[in-house]
């Protein structure tokens, strides 16, 4: 395929004004991508409900509708697409893990790729076999972590030939200094902890919570930021009961002037305007298998000392003491992380070297010339052999 022609792309995933993060992952490597000028890209957007969605949006795919994943392959493979972007994670698509999808990818005639957003160690049957189908006839697996290679190669069978490590790409903003943003705001003095994303009761947060208790005892200064709203898939179901369960834990721990939350979807300079003011990043999960942190990623990305349980993702960005690893719900070594970066300035310093070197890497225009790279090469290869 002659490189003088742009590539026709057609993204399939969740996409704003939908709140998700892979949504924001989508958008964000579809405005890279355009910046190039090589590319001309679309959406099918798997929608939950109704979305007032830009023009981008080619057409939509209501997420349960098992009909409408194999309509949607008639309409991409008649629309004169080069190739399909897959947007991978269980939850996004309809039926049982997301079944529904490969009613689509196994009727397509245009080659496709697959952004892996969750790698599990130990699947159930039906998980890998999904995994595994889709896999088959994609022309690329691309994961987030080179520590998930081994997984899918081993777990569910995938050729590693067939494998791109890829990093998850992280927006590329004006650098800030942390002491400056503080005093606008305020704060002087006080040593930032921050967290932010949807919340949900996977995230640990109530840990943390704890663990700036243990802390505050001995350093007073101490101020934790939770931002981010409740997820919508959470609050549908259940409403604000965690957020809720969060706030109480503050005031019975007496926080109220040590924990402050920030309870709306932030803009993306908003997000990075408070990593850039903190001084620790927490991500207190409770999943170990997590392949990808989109949050753990902009922190990575803005050189912030990261204090992690230690779920996959994590356990890659922060190894070579580019952050420290706390135990599965244990807010007593969280809070030993935190007194450790607190007391030893120059840890925090080499750390945030260490982390700000490798988020270099993950700006968004880097991350966008791999994607390109790959897709220029596989459509110059031709028909893959059967």
């Not at 079944?99 to 697959?114: A, D, Q």
């Not at 200094?177 to 003095?189: A, F, I, V, Y």
């Amino acid at each position: 395929m002659s490189q003088e022609k742009k590539i026709k792309i057609l993204f399939l995933s969740t996409y704003p004004p939908r709140a998700c993060g892979i949504a924001t992952f989508t958008q964000d490597l579809i405005c890279e991508l355009e910046k190039t000028g090589q590319v001309d890209t679309s959406v099918a957007a798997v929608s939950d409900s109704e979305y007032s969605y830009p023009p981008r949006i080619k057409f939509t795919i209501e997420q349960q509708n098992e009909e409408a994943y194999a309509e949607a392959a008639e309409k991409i493979n008649s629309s004169g697409f080069d190739l399909l972007m897959v947007e991978h994670e269980y939850g996004i698509y309809g039926g049982k893990w997301g079944k529904f999808l490969l009613n689509l990818t196994s009727r397509l005639k245009i080659p496709y790729f697959v952004t892996l957003h969750t790698v599990l160690p130990n699947p159930a049957e039906s998980q890998k076999e999904i995994m595994s189908t889709l896999a088959a006839k994609s022309r690329k697996i691309i994961t987030m972590a080179s520590n998930t290679v081994d997984i899918l190669q081993n777990t569910y069978g995938i050729e590693k030939t067939k494998i791109e490590v890829v990093h998850h790409g992280v927006p590329e903003y004006p650098s800030a200094e942390r002491d400056t943003l503080k005093k606008e705001l305020g704060l002087t003095g006080r040593f930032i902890v921050s967290t932010f994303g949807l919340i949900s009761p996977g995230k640990g947060l109530e840990y943390g919570i704890e663990a700036i208790a243990r802390v505050a005892k001995k350093h007073p200064n101490i101020l934790y930021f939770i931002l981010g709203q409740t997820h919508p898939v959470v609050k549908r179901r259940d409403g604000e009961k965690y957020r809720e369960k969060l706030e109480r834990t503050v005031k019975n721990f007496g926080l109220e002037e040590k924990v402050r939350f920030v309870n709306r979807y932030l803009k993306i300079e908003e997000i990075i305007r408070y990593l850039q003011l903190s001084d620790v990043y927490m991500t207190p999960y409770l999943g170990k298998d997590q392949a990808v942190s989109g949050t753990l990623a902009y922190a990575a990305g803005y050189g912030r000392v990261i204090i992690s349980t230690p779920y996959l993702y994590a356990e890659e960005m922060l190894k070579d003491g580019r952050g420290l690893l706390a135990d599965f719900r244990s807010p007593a070594t969280l809070a030993e992380r935190i007194e450790e970066v607190m007391t030893h300035p120059e840890q925090q310093e080499e750390m945030e070297k260490r982390t700000q070197e490798l988020g270099k890497t993950m700006y968004w225009g880097e991350v966008a010339l791999h994607y390109l790279h790959l897709f220029q090469t596989e459509l110059q290869r031709g028909e893959p052999p059967a």
